[in-house]
C-alpha cells in the first residue's frame, strides 16, 4: 500500500532539470514559461520544485563538472508543457528573453505548439491538442 506524497501525486512524471544558477533560473522560469515555485531546499539553494498547472518539474543546482546544454551546445533532452493558450505563453515568453527555436505552428499529428530554449539551453515544446489524429493517420506504429 502506498501513502499520499504531499510532494508530488501518483502517476506523474518528474523530470529533474540542472541549472547552473538555480536561484536565477527559478526566476526566470516564473517569468518566462509561467511556472509557480511549490518549493526549495538547501543553501543557495540546491534545489526545488516548480509547478506549471497539474505539471511539474524539480529543478536542481547542478554540480562542479555539469555541463548545461547552452555550454555543451546541444540539447540533452525536451520537455513538453499542455498550455491552454500557445500564443499568449509563446509572447510572455518571447518578451521574457526565452530563445525561440519554432514559431507557433500546428504538427501534423495535431498539436499547435512552439519550442523554446531557457536560460541554460533546456529544450521545452509548449502544446495544445487542436485536431484529434490518430496515430496511424500520421505515421505511427501503434504497439498497445
Given at each position: 500500500?502506498?501513502?499520499?506524497?504531499?510532494?508530488?501525486?501518483?502517476?506523474?512524471?518528474?523530470?529533474?532539470?540542472?541549472?547552473?544558477?538555480?536561484?536565477?533560473?527559478?526566476?526566470?522560469?516564473?517569468?518566462?514559461?509561467?511556472?509557480?515555485?511549490?518549493?526549495?531546499?538547501?543553501?543557495?539553494?540546491?534545489?526545488?520544485q516548480?509547478?506549471?498547472?497539474?505539471?511539474?518539474?524539480?529543478?536542481?543546482?547542478?554540480?562542479?563538472?555539469q555541463?548545461?546544454?547552452?555550454?555543451?551546445?546541444?540539447?540533452?533532452?525536451?520537455?513538453?508543457?499542455?498550455?491552454?493558450?500557445?500564443?499568449?505563453?509563446?509572447?510572455?515568453?518571447?518578451?521574457?528573453?526565452?530563445?525561440i527555436?519554432?514559431?507557433?505552428?500546428?504538427t501534423?499529428?495535431?498539436?499547435?505548439?512552439?519550442?523554446?530554449?531557457?536560460?541554460?539551453?533546456?529544450?521545452?515544446?509548449?502544446?495544445?491538442?487542436v485536431?484529434?489524429?490518430?496515430?496511424?493517420?500520421?505515421?505511427?506504429?501503434?504497439?498497445r
Amino acid at each position: 500500500m502506498t501513502s499520499k506524497n504531499r510532494s508530488v501525486p501518483v502517476d506523474t512524471l518528474l523530470p529533474h532539470v540542472n541549472y547552473r544558477n538555480l536561484g536565477e533560473a527559478m526566476t526566470w522560469l516564473s517569468k518566462a514559461f509561467g511556472f509557480e515555485e511549490h518549493y526549495r531546499y538547501g543553501d543557495g539553494p540546491s534545489g526545488g520544485q516548480m509547478w506549471a498547472g497539474k505539471g511539474a518539474t524539480q529543478v536542481r543546482q547542478a554540480r562542479d563538472g555539469q555541463k548545461s546544454p547552452g555550454q555543451l551546445g546541444y540539447g540533452t533532452q525536451s520537455s513538453t508543457l499542455i498550455v491552454d493558450d500557445v500564443d499568449a505563453h509563446y509572447a510572455r515568453s518571447k518578451a521574457a528573453g526565452a530563445r525561440i527555436l519554432e514559431e507557433p505552428h500546428e504538427t501534423e499529428y495535431g498539436e499547435y505548439q512552439y519550442a523554446a530554449e531557457d536560460l541554460d539551453g533546456h529544450h521545452w515544446l509548449f502544446s495544445r491538442h487542436v485536431k484529434d489524429r490518430s496515430p496511424e493517420e500520421w505515421g505511427a506504429v501503434v504497439k498497445r
